[in-house]
T-cell receptor
């Protein structure tokens, strides 16, 4: 079945560590997105990519980095510069037409040890 | 810039009662609109979408929403709530700009609580 796979489901980070969240899709979608979700704040866009080797900052990109070397993959690195990384992270993808909905993975919950 | 307002962070209904979740948007042009549902520790699942065809949109699980341009609203309804409807619901708007770079703007969500 086609879908979006995020791994791991739960992730723990020590202070000063970088961690990378994986997102893979087999839907043949061009566009991919990373969101951060905090209680009561909805979803906030971190980064998005419309094509391979190109990506754009979202509303809260500071302390995060991404790469898009393959169409299927859009990993997110939470760097040590992100001072409050504890959150639920969601990856999404869609075809590159604005009337198409985004499809979501099941998320990764990141916590600080 | 577009925005989405969901009135009420929590809505409580009894099983079998009408569900009404409110969503108002701000956009300079008629947008595309979406409702998503999220169960605990899961991703978002699309309920329905409005893309300028019929103003009354039917979705999955018995939900529907009506686009009202004059009220800039896209409220979500279901005639009879079921216990399994308890979840968080998000309204989202997509711009109609350059399709290669359009993004979704989400409301802050409404938690639906269903009591027996």
């Amino acid at each position: 079945d086609g879908g979006i796979t995020q791994s791991p489901k739960y992730l723990f980070r020590k202070e000063g560590q970088n961690v990378t969240l994986s997102c893979e899709q087999n839907l043949n979608h061009d566009a991919m997105y990373w969101y951060r979700q905090d209680p009561g704040q909805g979803l906030r866009l971190i980064y998005y990519s419309q094509i391979v080797n190109d990506f754009q900052k979202g509303d809260i990109a500071e302390g995060y980095s991404v790469s898009r070397e393959k169409k299927e993959s859009f990993p997110l690195t939470v760097t040590s510069a992100q001072k409050n990384p504890t959150a639920f992270y969601l990856c999404a993808s869609r075809h590159s037409y604005s009337n198409q909905p985004q499809h979501f993975g099941d998320g990764t919950r990141l916590s600080i040890l | 810039a577009q925005s989405v307002t969901q009135l009420g962070s929590h809505v409580s209904v009894s099983e079998g009662a009408l569900v009404l979740l409110r969503c108002n948007y701000s956009s300079s042009v008629p947008p595309y609109l979406f409702w998503y549902v999220q169960y605990p520790n899961q991703g978002l699942q699309l309920l329905l979408k409005y893309t300028s065809a019929a103003t009354l949109v039917k979705g999955i699980n018995g939900f529907e929403a009506e686009f009202k341009k004059s009220e800039t609203s896209f409220h979500l309804t279901k005639p009879s709530a079921h216990m399994s409807d308890a979840a968080e619901y998000f309204c989202a708007v997509s711009d109609r700009g350059n399709s290669g770079y359009s993004t979704l703007t989400f409301g802050k969500g409404t938690m639906l609580l269903v009591s027996p």
